[in-house]
């Protein structure tokens, strides 16, 4: 009896996805798919101020409206004690304000109405009477005394929430004292939003003869927000069910809980009706979570010979008027001191100081673990301005200075323990793809032409799949994650797991986890998620961490079962189950391949004839705590063309090499891959939100704020190196954020390069065309 | 005021009394319950609300149902034929041309009205074309292979006609 590995699909197959036969029919279940009986409509009125006063609101039109039920205001939650939650950072939120709005398109008040179009009709009879107030949009500006407040809530009376640092201050200074060189440079890492194509949702479900609450919602994390509704509204947990059903894109814009499902579930326990509420794309793209919004200040010091030493940074962090990031509770600034990156280096030291401003809530990730693309673009480009100071290749200096792959695990300047790595190989093969050398000598014939080319490096080290547990929590909920495996008698299964999917393809990699290691066809083997009344407790997906902490725990789980399945074979097999061994997908007696039993045999066996000694069934759970973080990382080169009639940044190649450990589905890590550099080129190159003085948003819809198109986007190439994980179970890093993580700085850097002999030494980004030939423009070298 | 409209979709006729000032889309998700259709910015920037009116892609978020009275409609729900995916979908499947699956049927209504024009498009030719149609997960290199790989099959498919019914009967075997 030989086992098919290929009808297996185990580990390191390209699978194609089991999730595809739903979506390419038009089959999926996205939020606005649902429809209840007797579901009614909910739609927001939202603040034009982004600072001010309501005098009053009056509903009394909008309710003669035939069709309007009901108008919500903060009053109404306000007497229910609703009108406020707790953010994830232990700050607090209005739901709906009861006297003062604080960013514009803020909720205001909902209407809720039998109909989509009656409800925003109703939205737009609501009268609302502001008295202006004057706003804090500059961060700078809201830390002088004189400052308005933007939470005259609170009991400390500025707009300054909270100061973070890491790493060895005394030490940094006294290395900066003696240093050769000190390169500085200020970066603005500007407010971006992750514009998922489907926007935010839910159908809030109260079902008054059980007492039960169910919400559908568009939420990357179902349980935790079970538990943060219990705790908040005093629904008993069991009577609250949270289903996360298929969803449309998520990259950290569903991890926050917004202000609208929480009035959707106010509204459906009051009428006792299903609540719709499903936001436009201008709403989404307003007032949803934001992410970045850094304003940072950078020094590192050098020898001359290029040996970096010391690196100091101060950033200001603007996070809107609510402190709602989505953090580990202990981590205001996220992972932010993983900026020491791939380099080694004696001392580093460096501080973050949240500001409130009239805004709506910053700091959630744009698919990113939490604050590593701020960290990763600062460290990147910093090498590069030494490398230039220095007149150094960036590529020298990068090798000169990369953790040895000897080094690891490798304990760095701010106190991460970094798994595994091997940065100069990964390097060395993105060199040797795109013909570095080569480049360079393209580079300077184009120069001596006059034409503009730049060629940019980022060798970034993430730091993704947060637990552990004595280091990680959500509100106190510490951050494990879960797996669920039932094998039934014919052998088929089913898993279970605490994190869900946005895209990611869990439904067939974890599938696929439990075929490697059980042996059952990968077609047996049925993935749900999502849905809290029925999947183990879990924290959810984002940052990086669903094959890092559920991954695992789907291994051990598996490795659970086959353990006991090891008794039911020796059994089976007549012999002890010492004398049997796991090989080839089956067990078989030691050294006697012809006598083995498959799992589907003694998945049976389980049901049917089981030793006396063994329980019935086949399953497991296992609830996991990773050891450490995994640290992934990868070596990105970016060749850019720049148009001197435009100013114009065309990508021409990009090389990203990846090590996420050992893969999964390699077909799936490359749309990761691609998806992610994809979310890089587009802060780098065309996505920023910013306001005018008045605190008025200036992108509030697609015609603004630049999502890359078709056109825009090169055709990128990927490749990888390996270097496993020595602490998870089957050796995998998270991969689903490298790309967006490694691109930004790829890019800036060859833009910086392709314009440094006209002294160019830095670039914000997104670097649009009217930067760039501002900058040829004054520098003689535009066309036309 | 309501008008009475009958909207012919993937080939059956819908009739309804509707308001005017309702969107297609709206009429195709919520009259004829065919939620393939997506929204996804209600401004006409980001194609996931794409399906075929006579033929030709329109982004159903910007037309009033009543303007498609009497028309023929396609949706990403009429693609599958008999039982077999249309080769978009094959395409989309093989390539890896979706993750969170909520553009792609947009996409692929758009990629089946350019593929009767372009049987032979190149890559090029293929990412203009769907440059009205916004993804934020595959980063489009798989989309464009997914699309390529459509074209060749039904170039095949065209060169060599296989008879439907012995593919059915094979396919019942198996």
């Excluded at chain 1, 459906?268 to 200040?297: C, M």
């Excluded at chain 1, 990773?626 to 640290?631: A, E, I, Q, S, V």
């Excluded at chain 1, 670039?763 to 501002?774: E, G, R």
């Excluded at chain 2, 990412?127 to 060749?152: F, P, W």
Aim: charged share 20%; aromatic share 8%; hydrophobic share 40%.
């Amino acid at each position: 009896m030989s086992t098919d590995a290929a009808a297996i699909g185990g580990m390191g197959r390209s699978i194609k996805r089991k999730e595809d036969a739903r979506f390419l029919r038009g089959k999926g279940r996205y939020i606005d798919d649902f429809k209840l009986p007797g579901m009614v409509y909910m739609d927001i009125v939202r603040s034009p101020y982004a600072h001010a006063t309501i005098k009053s609101i009056d509903a009394t039109k909008a309710l003669a409206l035939p069709g309007v039920l009901a108008v919500i205001t903060g009053k109404d939650l306000d007497a229910a004690g609703l009108a406020w939650m707790p953010t994830l950072m232990s700050d607090k939120q209005m739901v709906l304000p009861v006297d003062r709005v604080v960013y514009q398109a803020q909720e205001v008040a909902a209407v809720i109405a039998t109909e989509r179009y009656i409800a925003a009709d109703g939205v737009a009879l609501v009268e609302v009477d502001y008295e202006p107030l004057p706003p804090v949009i500059d961060p700078f500006k809201a830390l002088e005394p004189d400052s308005p407040l933007v939470r005259p809530d609170r009991d400390q009376k500025t707009n300054h929430i909270w100061h973070w640092e890491a790493g060895d201050a005394a030490r940094t200074d006294q290395i900066f004292q003696s240093a050769d060189v000190v390169v500085k440079q200020d970066l603005y890492i500007p407010r971006i939003h992750v514009c998922s194509i489907e926007t935010c949702g839910c159908v809030a479900s109260f079902d008054k003869v059980e007492g039960k609450l169910t919400i559908y919602m568009t939420t990357q994390a179902p349980h935790a927000i079970r538990t943060v509704y219990s705790l908040v509204t005093g629904i008993p947990e069991h009577k609250i069910r949270i289903v996360s059903p298929d969803i449309g894109g998520g990259f950290g814009g569903k991890v926050p809980v917004y202000p609208g499902y929480v009035i959707a579930s106010v509204a459906s326990i009051t009428t006792g009706l299903p609540v719709k509420w499903i936001e436009d794309r201008s709403e989404n793209l307003q007032a949803d979570s934001f992410a970045r919004d850094y304003h940072i200040s950078a020094e590192l010091a050098a020898k001359s010979d290029g040996t970096m030493q010391a690196l100091r940074v101060k950033t200001l962090a603007d996070h809107g008027a609510f402190d709602a990031a989505a953090n580990p509770s202990k981590f205001p600034a996220g992972l932010y001191s993983i900026i020491t990156g791939s380099y080694t280096l004696e001392a580093a030291h460096v501080e973050v100081d949240g500001v409130y401003t009239n805004k709506p809530p910053g700091g959630v990730a744009y698919r990113c673990s939490f604050r590593v693309t701020e960290a990763v673009h600062t460290i990147e480009r910093m090498v590069d301005t030494l490398a230039q100071k220095l007149q150094l290749d960036p590529a020298d200096v990068r090798m000169k200075n990369f953790i040895p792959p000897d080094a690891f695990p490798y304990k760095s300047a701010t106190g991460w323990e970094y798994d595994s790595g091997n940065y100069p190989a990964a390097l060395q093969k993105a060199m040797d793809k795109i013909d570095y050398a080569g480049l360079r000598r393209e580079q300077a014939e184009k120069r001596a032409r006059g034409e503009l080319m730049g060629i940019g490096i980022s060798t970034f080290t993430e730091i993704v799949g947060a637990g552990p547990s004595h280091t990680f929590d959500i509100l106190g909920i510490k951050m494990f994650d879960s797996c669920e495996i039932r094998v039934h008698p014919t052998g088929s299964a089913i898993v279970r797991i605490g994190v869900q999917t946005q895209g990611q393809g869990h439904e067939t990699t974890f599938a696929q986890i439990v075929a490697e290691e059980l042996g059952l066809p990968v077609d047996n083997i049925t993935v749900e998620h999502g849905d809290t009344d029925t999947a183990p407790y879990g924290l959810g997906t984002y940052a990086s961490r669903s094959t890092p902490t559920a991954g695992a725990a789907t291994a051990v789980a598996s490795r659970k079962i086959r353990e006991k399945a090891k008794k039911i074979a020796g059994h089976l097999l007549e012999v002890s189950p010492d004398d049997v061994e796991w090989v080839d997908y089956k067990f078989q007696v030691k050294g006697v391949p012809g006598r083995s039993v498959t799992m589907k045999d003694i998945a049976f066996a389980a049901y049917t004839n089981f030793p006396q000694d063994v329980e019935a069934g086949l399953e497991a759970v296992d609830y996991y705590d990773p050891p450490n973080l995994t640290f992934p990382f990868g070596a990105y080169i970016c060749v850019v063309d720049i148009d001197r009639g435009t100013g114009a940044v065309k990508i021409r190649r990009f090389v990203a090499v990846d090590d996420c450990g050992n893969i999964i589905n390699p077909m799936i890590v490359d749309g990761q891959i691609h998806g992610g550099l994809t979310m890089g080129m587009a802060p780098a190159l065309f996505e920023a939100i910013t306001y005018d003085e008045d605190g008025n948003i200036q992108q509030s819809n697609f015609m603004d704020y630049l999502l890359p198109t078709a056109m825009e986007t090169p055709v990128w190439e990927t490749d990888k190196t390996v270097t496993p994980s020595p602490h998870h179970p089957f050796g995998a890093k998270g991969v689903g954020e490298s790309a967006t993580v490694g691109a930004p700085p790829a890019i800036a850097n060859a833009v910086v390069d392709a314009l440094s002999h006209l002294g160019v030494t830095h670039l914000d980004i997104p670097i649009t065309p009217w930067k760039v030939y501002a900058i040829l423009e004054a520098h003689g070298v535009a066309e036309g | 005021m309501t008008q009475h409209v009958t909207i012919t979709i993937n080939g059956q006729p819908f009739e309804a009394d509707i308001e005017s000032r309702l969107l297609l889309v709206h009429f195709i998700r919520e009259v004829a319950n065919l939620t393939g259709t997506h929204i996804g910015c209600d401004t006409t920037s980001c194609g996931a609300c794409t399906v075929l009116v006579n033929g030709t892609p329109a982004k159903s978020c910007t037309l009033f149902a009543v303007q498609a009275d009497g028309a023929e409609i396609s949706t990403v729900e009429g693609l599958e034929q008999g039982g077999k995916l249309h080769p978009i979908q094959e395409g989309f499947f093989e390539e890896h041309g979706l993750q969170c699956g909520f553009c792609t049927p947009g996409m692929m209504m758009t990629s089946v009205a350019f593929l009767k024009d372009h049987p032979n498009p190149t890559d090029e030719e293929i990412r203009r074309a769907i440059s009205g149609n916004l993804c934020r997960c595959t980063g489009y290199v798989n989309i464009v292979k997914s699309i390529q790989y459509a074209a060749k099959k039904m170039r095949d498919d065209q060169a060599a006609p296989t008879p439907a019914p012995a593919v059915t009967e094979a396919e019942a075997v198996r």
